[in-house]
């Protein structure tokens, strides 16, 4: 059973080789680091996600 699928997977990549550049893990940065990562791989915050409608 695959937990994360391989787009999440993805971005855990992404998120971990930019703090390994910096020199620092997750537990290290602010949150406010951590959304400007985020932001910079193209992740989105659950309210900027877009749903189709529902029929």
Do not use: W
Not at 23 to 35: A, P, V, Y
Not at 39 to 54: F, N, R, V
Request: contains cysteine.
């Amino acid at each position: 059973m695959r937990l994360l699928s391989i787009q999440a997977q993805e971005k855990v990549i992404k998120i971990n080789e930019k703090l390994a550049s910096k020199g620092k893990q997750l537990h290290e940065i602010s949150n406010e680091e951590f959304e400007e990562i985020a932001d910079s791989i193209g992740l989105k915050k659950k309210s900027q996600l877009t749903y189709p409608a529902c029929r």
